[in-house]
């Protein structure tokens, strides 16, 4: 297994620039997250799904989108990028309610707007 | 929401020595308690956990134990190596989110 698959590795945007972070993994997981770390700081979750066609804001989900068509897929679109949006964006991936299991992290997306 | 504080943020030990790292929380729900390691350029990956039924939990050179009634948590690591340098995370969850504390830089000096 691959476990959570994360491209692109690096990215820089320009301000007002739109792109989309893919994230995968085929563990067959239900439940799936985004979050995204700054320097110093630990992660925040941006969103999270429960399961195909099923997906919930969390703690920072301002100026983010997301969706969840299938088990594996679960990508994080960007709409007009800020500079407050650079960060490391990790995706997880949990074969359970995030409650009762762990979660399995992808090697994140370094994103900077300039 | 839950707020998770992690101390210290830094810390450097001599190889051989124990390390302990501490956190707290405020959510009375929350009854799980992961432990990340993070090494740099990757993404965190889980080290040991605990549910709020068990006090203690050990594996091997690393142990986590839960004070439920003081809303605290500490990650015990003995014997420490070079190869424990890294940032661990602690985290606490009640539900279908996790909040994460900030972050202790681990220093391993041989």
């Known amino acids: 297994n691959a476990g959570v698959t994360q491209t692109p590795k690096f990215r820089i945007l320009k301000i007002g620039q739109s792109m989309t972070l893919q994230c995968a993994q085929d563990?067959?997981?239900?439940?799936m997250y985004w979050y995204r770390q700054d320097p110093g700081m630990g992660l925040k979750l941006i969103y999270y799904?429960?399961?195909?066609?099923?997906?919930d804001k969390g703690e920072v989900p301002n100026g983010y989108n997301v969706s969840r068509s299938t088990t594996e897929d679960f990508p994080l679109r960007l709409e007009l990028a800020a500079p407050s949006q650079t960060s490391v964006y990790f995706c997880?991936?949990?074969?359970?309610?995030?409650?009762?299991?762990?979660?399995?992290f992808g090697p994140g997306t370094r994103l900077t707007v300039l | 929401g839950e707020n998770v504080e992690q101390h210290p943020s830094t810390l450097s030990v001599q190889e051989g020595d124990s390390a302990v790292i501490k956190c707290t929380y405020s959510?009375?729900?929350?009854?799980?308690f992961p432990w990340y390691k993070q090494e740099l350029g990757k993404g965190p990956q889980l080290i040991i956990d605990?549910?709020?039924?068990?006090g203690e939990k050990k594996d091997q050179r690393i142990a986590v134990t839960l004070n439920k009634t003081a809303k605290h948590f500490s990650l015990h690591i003995t014997e420490t190596q070079p190869e424990d340098s890294a940032v661990y995370f602690c985290?606490?969850?009640?539900?279908?989110?996790?909040?994460f504390g900030t972050g202790t830089s681990l220093t391993v000096i041989p």
């Open positions: 799904s429960v399961g195909a066609g099923i997906t």
């Open positions: 997880a991936s949990s074969p359970r309610l995030a409650g009762s299991d762990t979660q399995y």
């Open positions: 563990m067959n997981h239900n439940y």
């Open positions: 985290a606490a969850s009640s539900g279908n989110q996790f909040y």
């Open positions: 959510d009375s729900a929350s009854n799980y």
């Open positions: 605990i549910r709020s039924n068990v």
